[in-house]
């Protein structure tokens, strides 16, 4: 309890950042709005959370009065009309001005993205590969994820025997806990061959989820939460499952070990193994996506509860502001344990559908009809 007590003012700290977070876009919201209400100054709960979430062309850090203080970010185009352009997103100055043709759209299809306009007037969009704010987190985290491997593979190459302690000695159980419980029991005998990419895996999530929960950079980016990146990941997973996998693995979809009736003349189970070969990877992709996009979504709905009662009173906006604390709280607390879990839970479902892949031939009569 003395623990929590010393903490308590810690957490008020971090929930107050998030709040500066909160009402620095509030301005932002009600100028591309076209709402009358919201010209007025009510706040837009759902524009608000959605810009939150969304990624961006710059690092967002806070706004004091009327200065926004963000770290711009490396634009990069090639466009038809404006051939290749390399600049910094702060030439577009928060989204309010244009360079060199291109411009942020408010509204449309391409909310949100940079644009062009082509001979007609319509808006068409150059190819994109500026680093944006979910892509520099990603370097960020990569870079993270390297340094510590690097400093435990250090301290192992210097005292190989020597028991760790302190972070190292946190890490070894960690990677230990995830090899020996998840890998090893999820893939089986080739569990050597696949633990580089299922601790990567989980590592990466894992701090990508812990990164996402920190309000001031490197964090606050919503890189797990982002359908892009769980797509790639589950990708990653398909690719590892079907191309790995034993001829017995292949036979078991195309010509199960079932009845004939259900294989001939109407192929149902082989349907139905097929069918399964991509519902996995895309359950492995909605399920880490929902989960983080969900959790990120409650904190912010709490946090604006304080500014949307404002207009109700000092009485009730103080109660609510106190209610809405102690319940993002709890919710932040809630979501440590959620970016464990879902780092956890994808790694051990790749690791079985690896496992699964790598079924040996059994023999045995075929069952008939």
Same mark, same amino acid.
């Given at each position: 309890?003395?623990?929590?007590?010393?903490?308590?003012?810690?957490?008020?700290? +971090?929930?107050?950042?998030? !709040?500066?977070?909160?009402?620095a876009n509030e301005p932002a919201a009600t100028e591309v709005s076209s709402h009358p209400a919201e010209e007025a100054g009510t706040l837009n709960v759902k524009e608000l959370i959605l810009e939150h979430l969304g990624d961006t062309y710059?690092?967002?850090?806070?706004? =004091?009065?009327?200065?926004? &203080?963000?770290?711009?970010?490396? #634009?990069?185009?090639?466009?038809? !009309?404006?051939?290749?352009?390399?600049?910094?997103?702060? *030439?577009?100055?928060?989204?309010?001005?244009?360079?060199?043709?291109?411009?942020?759209?408010? $509204?449309?299809?391409?909310?949100?993205?940079?644009? $062009? %306009?082509? *001979? /007609?007037?319509?808006?068409?969009?150059?190819?994109?590969?500026?680093? !944006? %704010?979910?892509? @520099?987190?990603?370097?960020?985290?990569?870079?993270?994820?390297? #340094? &510590?491997?690097?400093?435990? *593979?250090?301290?192992?190459?210097?005292?190989?025997?020597? @028991? %760790?302690?302190?972070? +190292?000695?946190?890490?070894?159980?960690?990677?230990?806990?995830?090899?020996?419980? =998840? &890998?090893?029991?999820?893939?089986?005998?080739?569990?050597? %061959?696949?633990?580089?990419?299922?601790?990567?895996?989980?590592?990466?999530?894992?701090?990508?989820?812990?990164?996402?929960?920190?309000?001031?950079?490197?964090?606050?980016?919503?890189?797990?939460?982002?359908?892009? =990146?769980?797509?790639?990941?589950?990708?990653?997973?398909?690719?590892?499952?079907?191309?790995?996998?034993?001829? $017995?693995?292949?036979?078991?979809?195309?010509?199960?070990?079932?009845?004939?009736?259900?294989?001939?003349?109407?192929?149902?189970?082989?349907?139905? $193994?097929?069918?399964?070969?991509?519902?996995?990877?895309?359950?492995?992709?909605?399920?880490?996506?929902?989960? &983080?996009?969900?959790?990120?979504?409650?904190?912010?709905?709490? #946090?604006?509860?304080?500014?949307?009662?404002?207009?109700?009173? =000092?009485?009730?906006?103080?109660?609510? /502001?106190?209610?809405?604390?102690?319940?993002?709280?709890?919710?932040?607390?809630?979501?440590?344990? #959620?970016?464990?879990?879902?780092?956890?839970?994808?790694?051990?479902?790749? @690791?079985?559908?690896?496992?699964?892949?790598?079924?040996?031939?059994?023999?045995?009569?075929?069952?008939?009809?």
């Amino acid at each position: 309890m003395k623990r929590l007590l010393k903490i308590f003012p810690l957490l008020i700290v +971090v929930l107050l950042m998030n !709040t500066t977070g909160l009402k620095a876009n509030e301005p932002a919201a009600t100028e591309v709005s076209s709402h009358p209400a919201e010209e007025a100054g009510t706040l837009n709960v759902k524009e608000l959370i959605l810009e939150h979430l969304g990624d961006t062309y710059e690092w967002h850090i806070t706004t =004091i009065g009327e200065s926004h &203080i963000s770290i711009p970010l490396p #634009v990069i185009l090639i466009s038809k !009309t404006y051939g290749f352009n390399v600049f910094m997103s702060s *030439a577009f100055h928060h989204g309010h001005e244009s360079h060199n043709g291109f411009y942020i759209a408010h $509204e449309g299809d391409y909310k949100g993205k940079i644009v $062009e %306009k082509d *001979a /007609t007037g319509q808006e068409i969009r150059p190819l994109d590969f500026s680093l !944006t %704010k979910n892509a @520099a987190s990603l370097l960020i985290s990569a870079i993270l994820l390297i #340094v &510590i491997i690097l400093l435990i *593979a250090r301290s192992y190459k210097r005292n190989p025997l020597e @028991a %760790k302690k302190g972070f +190292v000695g946190m890490m070894e159980m960690f990677i230990l806990s995830v090899y020996d419980g =998840i &890998i090893k029991p999820g893939v089986g005998k080739d569990y050597k %061959k696949f633990a580089p990419y299922l601790l990567t895996v989980f590592f990466f999530i894992f701090t990508n989820n812990l990164l996402g929960l920190i309000p001031l950079f490197p964090g606050g980016a919503n890189v797990t939460g982002n359908i892009a =990146i769980t797509f790639v990941l589950a990708v990653c997973t398909f690719l590892i499952v079907n191309i790995t996998g034993t001829k $017995e693995y292949f036979k078991e979809i195309f010509w199960p070990d079932v009845p004939m009736w259900l294989k001939v003349p109407i192929p149902i189970m082989p349907a139905i $193994e097929v069918i399964g070969v991509f519902t996995k990877p895309f359950a492995l992709m909605i399920r880490l996506f929902a989960n &983080i996009l969900a959790g990120h979504s409650i904190v912010l709905g709490l #946090v604006c509860l304080i500014f949307v009662t404002v207009s109700l009173g =000092i009485p009730t906006n103080a109660s609510m /502001t106190v209610v809405s604390v102690i319940f993002t709280i709890f919710i932040d607390f809630v979501e440590l344990l #959620v970016a464990y879990i879902q780092a956890y839970v994808f790694t051990m479902l790749s @690791a079985v559908f690896i496992g699964l892949s790598h079924v040996e031939p059994h023999h045995h009569s075929e069952v008939r009809s």
